[in-house]
């Protein structure tokens, strides 16, 4: 069972920016991949971005390419999303979340690729 744990989030100003950390509390070689999703209140959880945790790549939503950025670090297991650029559209509940083994057939923007997720954290920005 892998556990994930966000932080970094908080309240802050339009332009400003934000850091993302999610821990693991175990480090699994089945992971595949490790992604980004939001979430406001009585919409569905939206993907951000994401990495395969080999390092090949990253994807982004269309709406935080150029302004966000995913990366990791394989010795803490560790997955950081710096945010620059903040919009008050950024605010949200951001959560981590891990997915393990290649999921054929699922959109790699689908939440139903993930297995774990964290509980979440509030970012808001002011306009």
């Known amino acids: 069972q892998v556990q994930l744990g966000e932080s970094g989030g908080g309240l802050v100003q339009a332009g400003d920016s934000l850091r993302l950390s999610c821990a693991a509390s175990?480090?699994?070689?089945?992971?595949?991949?490790k992604g980004w999703f939001r979430q406001t209140p009585g919409k569905e959880r939206d993907f951000v971005g994401s990495?395969?945790?080999?390092?090949?790549?990253?994807t982004y939503a269309d709406s935080v390419k150029g302004r966000f950025t995913i990366s990791r670090d394989n010795a803490e297991s560790t997955v950081i999303l710096q945010m620059n650029s903040l919009k008050p559209e950024d605010t949200a509940v951001y959560y981590c979340?891990?997915?393990?083994?290649?999921?054929?057939?699922?959109?790699?923007?689908?939440?139903?690729?993930?297995?774990?997720w964290g509980q979440g954290t509030q970012v808001t920005v002011s306009s």
């Open positions: 979340a891990a997915g393990v083994g290649i999921k054929y057939g699922i959109s790699k923007y689908s939440a139903a690729r993930y297995d774990y």
């Open positions: 990495i395969k945790w080999s390092g090949t790549g990253t």
């Open positions: 175990v480090r699994t070689y089945s992971i595949y991949t």
